[in-house]
């Protein structure tokens, strides 16, 4: 079974729960550059209510980005979840789409090291103060 992609046709009725874990060869299949590693854990509760099924997932983890300013790897926490109900047209519910979008969207518009963490040598360069 893929990652993210719950077969309905091996799905009880009532409540389900999954388990996936994610690293950036799941952004690379995006074309996420910006994604320079990922340790993601996605724990997805389905409640299979007959024709819909209702998602409840959380996501943690951390990703690690550029840094906006000296362009070092910068960790990023990430702690998002998400309620969604769904009307599936196949026997497969793939969740990829959602999980990736909601990652990144949690993420900070500027991503920068906490002052005094990027790179000197890099930071010699600019005309800015850290």
């Known amino acids: 079974m893929q990652p993210f992609v719950i077969e309905l046709r091996n799905l009880a009725s009532g409540s389900s729960t999954f388990e996936w874990q994610a690293g950036c060869e799941f952004f690379e299949t995006f074309g996420n550059p910006d994604i320079l590693d990922a340790s993601i854990a996605v724990s997805v509760q389905v409640n299979n ?20 300013r000296c362009l070092e790897g910068l960790q990023l926490p990430v702690e998002v979840s998400f ?40 930071i010699k360069y600019l005309n800015v103060e850290q």
Do not use: W
Not at 49 to 61: C, D, F, N, Q, S
Not at 90 to 114: C, G
């Open 49 to 68: 209510l007959g024709l819909t099924l209702y998602v409840k997932a959380a996501i943690r983890g951390s990703v690690t980005v550029p840094c906006d």
């Open 83 to 122: 309620e969604e109900t769904y009307t599936p047209e196949t026997m497969q519910l793939d969740l990829s789409q959602d999980i990736y979008d909601f990652v990144v969207l949690s993420l900070p518009m500027k991503r920068v090291h906490a002052e005094g963490l990027c790179n000197s040598e890099t």
